[in-house]
């Protein structure tokens, strides 16, 4: 019923920035929030930042001021702008959205898209 795919991913340089999107398709459901998640190697998968449909916004210490998440919730689609790129913010990022029929809520992830900073 939803699909997010991810992209944006790739090498860059520390100090350099990225923007990721998220595009989840939904049918008979109604899309809440939405999420990026990562998984830096060999560590477990951790919230980097997070939307409502709202516009309410959560984000990790550790990214706080560099990463910014936007949505559009006519497009069902999510953003995430990040700047001032670290090695240590090498992982995996996963799209997450959690989505209701209006009884249940699921939560459906991405295959996630690989960044990559270089020191």
């Known amino acids: 019923q939803v699909q997010p795919v991810e992209s944006g991913g790739g090498l860059v340089q520390a100090g350099g920035s990225l923007r990721l999107s998220c595009v989840a398709s939904a049918t008979i459901v109604r899309i809440t929030s939405m999420d990026w998640y990562r998984q830096p190697p060999g560590k477990q998968r951790e919230l980097v930042a997070g939307?409502?449909?709202?516009?309410?916004?959560n984000y990790a210490d550790s990214v706080k001021v560099r990463i910014t998440i936007s949505r559009d919730n006519a497009k069902n689609t999510v953003s995430l702008q990040m700047n001032s790129l670290k090695p240590e913010d090498t992982a995996v990022y996963y799209c997450k959205v959690r989505a209701t029929t209006g009884i249940e809520w699921t939560d459906y992830w991405g295959q996630g898209t690989q960044v990559t900073v270089s020191s």
């Open positions: 939307i409502t449909s709202g516009g309410s916004t």
